[in-house]
Structure formats: C-alpha cells, structure tokens
C-alpha cells in the first residue's frame, strides 16, 4: 500500500507542477498579445489599401 501512496504523491506533485508551467505560459502569451494587439491599434493611422 505504502507503494500507491508514494506514487499517488509523486504524480500529484508532477501535476501541479506541469499546471503551473501551463499557467505561466498562457499568462506570457496573453500579455504578448495585448502588447502586439495595441502597437497594431497604434499603427492603424498609417495603413491605406
């Protein structure tokens, strides 16, 4: 039994680590996004078709 909760635990730490990883990553790619979004508005003036 001692062996299940020994794994349990080490693949509920991975999780939480891998989650927070994730976490992270969106976060950076939503500010990437906002940054690049808003020089876009910025530039706006300047564009002709």
Known sequence: MEKVYKTMKGTGVGNI?????????GIAAG??????????IRQKKKLTF
């Open 17 to 25: 680590v891998v989650g927070i990883i994730i976490l992270l990553t």
């Open 31 to 40: 500010i990437l996004l906002i940054i690049s979004g808003s020089a876009l």
